[in-house]
């Protein structure tokens, strides 16, 4: 996990689905232990927000959330592989690599 980098608009996602799921760590503690991995939680940048518009209608015919694009922004902005579980998104046209873990 070392290198890795998310958004903090999926950063938003993953704590939400802890809580939903009775997680009792608070949002920072979770985080202090997500970067211990070696995540890098970015910010979203108003860079970002625009190449997530921008993805919005070569990823619509796929069903991708704005969680998904943000995903895809902050890889393409940082020049990175965009990491997913979402098979859909090998079916995807873009500049950066795309790997599906399952």
Known sequence: ???A??????WAEVVQKALA????????D??????ALGVDVRPFTASQAEIAAS???STKHLGLSLGDRACLALATEI?????TA?????RL??????????
């Open 5 to 10: 980098a998310m958004s903090a608009v999926n």
């Open 21 to 28: 799921h009775g997680v009792s760590a608070s949002p920072a």
């Open 30 to 35: 979770l985080r202090t232990d997500v970067e």
């Open 79 to 83: 020049g990175a592989t965009a990491v």
């Open 86 to 90: 979402d098979a859909a998104w090998a």
């Open 55 to 57: 993805l919005w209608s």
């Open 93 to 102: 046209a873009l500049s950066i690599p795309v790997q599906v873990v399952r």
């Open 1 to 3: 996990m070392a290198d």
